[in-house]
């Protein structure tokens, strides 16, 4: 498994240091993640909605999911 993000930052340890900020910031929304895999041998992209309500931040409520790949 591996967490990406898109972010601008002058060299590739800032750009580790500016990540890790906000995967471990408690007051971060991010619900919505792009998930690669293989599912039965098959190449498989998930877009994976936790909170597609806007309602529930834990992301412990119902997720939409949309298949591609």
Known sequence: ???EIDLEAGDSVGAARKAL???RD???WAT????QGEHQGAARVA???LDP???DLSGTGTPEVELTG
């Open 1 to 3: 498994m591996r967490w």
């Open 21 to 23: 900020a906000i995967q």
């Open 26 to 28: 408690p007051g971060s």
């Open 32 to 35: 919505v993640f792009t998930v």
């Open 47 to 49: 877009t994976v909605d």
């Open 53 to 55: 309500e806007g309602l």
